[in-house]
Structure formats: structure tokens, C-alpha cells
């Protein structure tokens, strides 16, 4: 028996034969060439089969996975259309009279390379969809035609990396699970496992390859465990999670509808964090009970120039129509450090995350803020929006962006444009400073919310980009946990509600702890929230548990 251990991207147990899909290298040419509008038209050309190529894709994804994970394939003919896609494709050909394949692959290097550079998760995902688009791109220029893959029954689909149109590609109903030797959580392949209850394990290494086809093989979705010629005691095993998390997962689908409330009846909602509308469908099918963290920046990067007032009233807008009546906290423009859209053309610095970010590039640019809360408070009209702020560290700061949104209000109340007067105005609570003075913080604002992987990142000053440091950005820490504590004091002492959106909320670990700070509000992947739900349902305050700052002493003030 062979064990190798990779990351878990969707839960559960399968066991099948593997069935290895080896990717043939793509040959790129790099030739001169002397007709440069010829080989322009040859690029057009080739762009608009795979663009038709896509649509079809689009189609059978609609009747196989569902309107949320088809619009992979509309995005990705938009990626094919997209200037800065098709700009690079022309300079290449024409400036350095190179082939359409050669500036193909140097358009996908070059795009994919900033996505990966980039902090979110999420984002740094996308890069694959850039390769995946660009090799399509490439195999109808180079008249390949994509091969039809025949696979055994229940068999469990081994690869380096698997693209979205792969995936897609392969018949559903053969399959027990994915095992990558690449890859990670975020990845289409990952994504596309999870909404379709199939067990992944992604990022195994080298340990998988293509010798390993033909092997009985068990895989453990939540682990991140692959086992190869398991034993008998290791199938035993895997049979009996098996049966468990069959019952568990019926018992998770009977909460919806169920209060986030615990034994001894302590109430404490569980949000979900969107950076589109496709998540906040995903949100409402978990039974989420509002949006705790509406990431706006996602807008910004990925569009190629500053999105307009109305294009940004329309996503808004439509967030709060498909909650219909359930809160939802959109945060304003959170760009720079490690999230960088090229048309702002900000400066380097040599510390981003302690430098010109979030509200502080509103401040300095108060054309993009007004923009976007003038299309924030349109949006307010048509559903139960609340406005966060992030970064905010200073009295005068939360003073001046609540100016900002009144100029915004003003203007639109001359125009005669209808917008909520009781709007809330929140800010996220993000460094140590806001922590601190969180109790005068509280008197000008509605809510807060703990943003705590930038809040552990400045307490502990262990820069979260760094993976050599990781050890020192210890999210447990009593520093992180008492200033959490602090926070929630203060604001229900000034009568507000106080909330988590960081990856701290989604820890089963601490969601006793936070019951007992009197934490209001958790806002989480929406995956995490049913579980989250059974979590704090089992909890009962009225026995003994961890002290409320995660420390065996509380200091007294």
C-alpha cells in the first residue's frame, strides 16, 4: 500500500480503479513571418471557432451542472474577447512579426502569471482558466480536435491538472473521484467536484503519476489522503466513514431552516462571504442568512479599466434582489498590497500591506469612491444593503469616509434617484489600532465586522504573503483572540452588532469561544455554514469551556 497526502478540496469517500488521463506536450512553434494582416486574420479566425467552441460547452454544462458553474464557459469566451487578451495577441504579431501560436503562449504566460501573483485564493485559481482558454486557442490554430476520453465505471480520474472544459468533457456517471498532482482547492476542477458531490484531492505531487493507472485506489475528500492498493483494515475503514458521513451529510440538509442557536439559547448567525453572484447563489442553497462580506474589489479586477457607476449599480443591485430582504454587507473598494489591477497604476512600494490600500486609496482618489457609493446607495433601493469600509484605523478616517457617502447621498437626492435613507455604515475592524479604540470607533459606526487575517497579520507583524513565516501568524494567539474580545465588548456596549468575516470564523475550533464573547455574526464560505450550524446547535454555554480569549487568565483592565 502506498499513502500519498495532497489537500482536500471535496469531501467525501471513494474507491475505484485509477485512470490516468496523460497530457500530450503542445509542440509551440515560434516562426517569423512576413504577412502580418494574414496572420492577424488567421488569429481572428481561430479565436472565433474556439469562442463557438465555448458556447457549446456553455450549453451542455447548463443541462449537466447547472446555471452557476456553466457561466465558467461564457466567462471564458469573454476572456477571448477581452482587450487585454486580444491587445497582446496583435502587438506580438504585429510589432514582433512573430506567429499567432508563439503569441498565444506569451499572452497566457503573461496573464496567467498575474493571477498567480495575486493574493486571493480565488484569483490565484484564475490562472488556470487563462492556460485553459489559451490552449484551446491553441489546438484549434494547430487543427487538433479535442479527443474523446473512454473511461471504466466508478473510476477515479487521475491527472496532472484537469481544465474546466476537461472536467466537463468527461462522463459524470463513471466517475468516484479526482486525484491531481497539481492544483489546489480553489480550482474549477476543485469547485466543479464539490457541486457535483464528488470526492478531490488536489496538490499530491510527484508521488502521482502515470504508472500509478490500473491501481485500486482509495481516496479521503476531507483528509486530503489518496491511498493506493489500500489494505484490507484501510477499506474496512473507508467503508464505515463511508456510511458516517452519508448520515451526516443527510443530517447537515435537515438544518436548513433551522436557527443558529444554541442549547442554552445563544443566537449567533451565520453570513456568507460572495466575491460575485454566482457565490451568492451558492449562499442562499446553504442557507445562508445574509452576506456578511461582499468583496467589491472583484468588480474592479476584473474589468480593464474602472468599472463604471451603472455597471457597478447593476451587480449591487442585483445582489440585493436575488437576498431579497436579507442583509447584505458590501465592503467598498478593497485594492492594493497583494490585489493590484494594472489601470490604477499604483506605485511601487516596498511594504504594499502597510502602504496605500483600501480606503486610503479612496482618500486619495475620491472620484473612484463617490463612483462607487453613489452605486452602492442606488442599489440600497432595491434591498437590504449595508455599506463596510475597510482599513480603517483612526477616528478621523471613519469621520471622513462617512462624509464621502454623504456628498454621495446629496448628489443623488438632487438628481431626484431613489436610494434607502437608513442605509447602515459599517467599518471592519483590521488593525490593532481599530481593536483599541474600538469603544470610540463604536459611537460613529453601525456595525463592525473582524476582518482577522489582516488582523493577525498586523498584531503578530508576520507579513501573511510570506508561507516562510507562517509558523509566527498564529491565528489562536491570545493577542488576535483578546482583541476580538475587546471589539466585541465595546460594541455591545455602544449597542452595535459585531461580526467575523476572516477565516477565523469558519474554525469549528473557536465557534464555542466566540458564543461566549457574544460574537453576533460569522460570515463564511458557504460551505462551512451548515456545518457551522450543527457546531453551535450541539454547544451549551452552561458547561464549562475555553475561556472566552482562548487563554488560561484574562487580564483585567
Known amino acids: 500500500m502506498k499513502i500519498l497526502q495532497g489537500q482536500g478540496a471535496a469531501g467525501g469517500i471513494a474507491v475505484g480503479p485509477v485512470f490516468f488521463l496523460v497530457k500530450k506536450n503542445r509542440e509551440i512553434p515560434q516562426r517569423h513571418i512576413d504577412d502580418v494582416q494574414a496572420e492577424l486574420a488567421r488569429a481572428d479566425a481561430a479565436r472565433a471557432k474556439a469562442i463557438a467552441q465555448l ?44 506567429n499567432a501560436e508563439y503569441a498565444v503562449m506569451k499572452t497566457s504566460e503573461t496573464l496567467a502569471g498575474m493571477f498567480e501573483n495575486m493574493d486571493d485564493p480565488y484569483l490565484q485559481a484564475r490562472s488556470a482558466d ?18 474523446e476520453v473512454i473511461i471504466r465505471d466508478s473510476a477515479i480520474i487521475a491527472a496532472d491538472d484537469l481544465s474546466p472544459s476537461e472536467t466537463l468533457g468527461l462522463d459524470r456517471s463513471k466517475i468516484a473521484g479526482f486525484v491531481t498532482r497539481e492544483g489546489s482547492v480553489n480550482s474549477h476542477t476543485a469547485i ?24 485500486m485506489a482509495a481516496i479521503d475528500g476531507a483528509s486530503g489522503t489518496l491511498y493506493l492498493e489500500p489494505d484490507d483494515a484501510v477499506m474496512a475503514r473507508m467503508r464505515g466513514e463511508y456510511e458516517n458521513q452519508k448520515q451526516e451529510k443527510a443530517g447537515l440538509a435537515a438544518l436548513k431552516g433551522q436557527p443558529n442557536r444554541s442549547i442554552d439559547g445563544r443566537l449567533m448567525e451565520l453570513f456568507a462571504n460572495a466575491g460575485s453572484l454566482d457565490d451568492i447563489d451558492s449562499a ?8 456578511g462580506l461582499f468583496r467589491s474589489e472583484s468588480l474592479y479586477l476584473e474589468s480593464k479599466d474602472y468599472p463604471s457607476e451603472d455597471r457597478q449599480f447593476e451587480i449591487y443591485k442585483a445582489a440585493a434582489e436575488k437576498m ?91 438628481e431626484g434617484r431613489a436610494f434607502s435613507p437608513d442605509l447602515k455604515l459599517g467599518i471592519m475592524i483590521e488593525t490593532p489600532a481599530a481593536a483599541i479604540i474600538s469603544d470610540i470607533l463604536a459611537r460613529e459606526a453601525d456595525f463592525f465586522s473582524i476582518g482577522t487575517n489582516d488582523l493577525t497579520q498586523y498584531t503578530l507583524a508576520a507579513d501573511r504573503q510570506n ?22 465588548e465595546n460594541a455591545h456596549k455602544a449597542g452595535i452588532a459585531v461580526g467575523i468575516c476572516g477565516e477565523l470564523a469558519g474554525d469549528p475550533s473557536l465557534t464555542e469561544t466566540f ?38 487568565f484574562i487580564v483585567q483592565d
Not at 457561466?71 to 514582433?96: A, K, P, R, V
Not at 464528488?198 to 490500473?214: M, R, S, T
Not at 464560505?525 to 453551535?536: F, V
Open 467 to 488: 508561507s516562510s513565516i507562517g509558523k509566527y501568524a498564529d491565528t489562536h494567539h491570545q493577542a488576535v483572540l483578546r482583541l476580538i474580545r475587546l471589539t466585541a
Open 55 to 98: 458556447e457549446t460547452l456553455y450549453q451542455e454544462a447548463l443541462k449537466t451542472l447547472g446555471e452557476e458553474d456553466a457561466e465558467l464557459f461564457q466567462t471564458h469566451q469573454m476572456m477571448l474577447s477581452d482587450l487585454d487578451y486580444t491587445e497582446s495577441l496583435t502587438g506580438i504579431i504585429t510589432n514582433e512579426k512573430m
Open 324 to 414: 431579497a430582504g436579507r442583509q447584505v454587507i458590501i465592503r467598498t473598494l478593497d485594492i492594493g498590497a497583494d490585489k493590484q489591477a494594472g489601470y490604477f497604476k499604483l506605485p511601487p512600494e516596498q511594504n504594499p500591506a502597510l502602504g496605500l490600500r483600501a480606503i486610503r486609496i479612496c482618500f486619495d482618489r475620491p472620484e473612484i469612491f463617490i463612483t462607487q457609493l453613489r452605486a452602492l446607495y442606488r442599489a440600497s433601493a432595491f434591498g437590504n444593503i449595508a455599506i463596510m469600509f475597510p482599513m480603517i484605523a483612526s477616528v478621523w478616517e471613519l469621520r471622513q469616509a462617512i462624509g464621502f457617502a454623504s456628498q454621495a447621498k446629496e448628489q443623488l437626492a438632487e
Open 515 to 552: 458564543l461566549r464573547m457574544g460574537i453576533d455574526e460569522l460570515s463564511v464560505s458557504p460551505p462551512a455554514i451548515l456545518p457551522l450550524r450543527k457546531k453551535i446547535r450541539e454547544t451549551d454555554l452552561r458547561l464549562a469551556g475555553p475561556p472566552d480569549d482562548g487563554s488560561s
Open 130 to 147: 487563462v492556460r485553459d482558454v489559451s490552449g484551446r486557442l491553441l489546438d484549434v490554430l494547430q487543427g487538433r480536435d479535442p479527443a
Open 284 to 291: 442562499l442553497s446553504n442557507d445562508a442568512r445574509g452576506i
Open 192 to 215: 466543479f467536484a464539490r457541486n457535483m458531490g464528488i470526492p478531490a484531492v488536489v496538490a499530491l505531487g510527484d508521488g502521482l503519476g502515470p504508472d500509478c493507472g490500473g491501481m
